[in-house]
T-cell receptor, first 112, second 115 residues
């Protein structure tokens, strides 16, 4: 089955700096890669996703890049703000149509 | 629109007791997923349903776990008997068919503590 590795497990940045979280996946047939943000006491919320036919996608301060050859994808957050502090999860949908496999998560702390 | 609704939000019970977690998916969504989240193992898919039918239950840890979806607006996850190692946050998520890249929408989870 699909295996997703996520790094780093924790990330601390100063407000205004950029943050980058990286994930790798194992199933070359995977074609959908969402990113979720989880705040304390809440469920994961989708923040951005990318399909396999696209190399990059941007939505305001967040962007995701995908390298299918290397089987890795990354989340980039620019001009970080304290409210960006949360746990971020990457996921990949493998050869089965509806099953997502999640990375272990990255705890992002943005220091004011 | 109302999101995915889970109840209870917190459950504390004694080892050996039966536990029932409940989920109401978003109206119109025909896929429903149950996940378990722990520090050690992260988010694990336990089971998912399509049109109320269980499709893949390979993530259910053992026979003590069972899940049902009697209709399109309700699902339960039951643990009987419960054990301390079942302590975790359990999430329900739903999505609709159509474009196969439709996102999953999560509820806010049930935090389960087995003493």
């Amino acid at each position: 089955g699909e295996n997703v590795e996520q790094h780093p497990s924790t990330l601390s940045v100063q407000e205004g700096d950029s943050a980058v979280i990286k994930c790798t996946y194992s199933d070359s047939a995977s074609n959908y890669f969402p990113w979720y943000k989880q705040e304390l006491g809440k469920g994961p919320q989708l923040i951005i996703d990318i399909r396999s036919n696209v190399g990059e996608k941007k939505d305001q301060r967040i962007a995701v890049t995908l390298n299918k050859t290397a089987k890795h994808f990354s989340l980039h957050i620019t001009e970080t703000q304290p409210e960006d502090s949360a746990v971020y999860f990457c996921a990949a949908r493998g050869s089965s149509n509806y099953k997502l496999t999640f990375g272990k998560g990255t705890l992002l702390t943005v220091n004011p | 629109d109302a999101g995915v609704i889970q109840s209870p939000r917190h459950e504390v019970t004694e080892m050996g007791q039966e536990v029932t977690l409940r989920c109401k998916p978003i109206s119109g969504h025909d896929y429903l997923f149950w996940y378990r989240q722990t520090m050690m193992r992260g988010l694990e898919l336990l089971i998912y349903f399509n049109n109320n039918v269980p499709i893949d239950d390979s993530g259910m840890p053992e026979d003590r776990f069972s899940a049902k979806m009697p209709n399109a607006s309700f699902s339960t996850l039951k643990i009987q008997p419960s054990e301390p190692r079942d302590s975790a946050v359990y999430f329900c998520a739903s999505r609709r068919t159509g474009d196969s890249n439709q996102p999953q929408h999560f509820g806010d989870g049930t935090r389960l503590s087995i003493l």
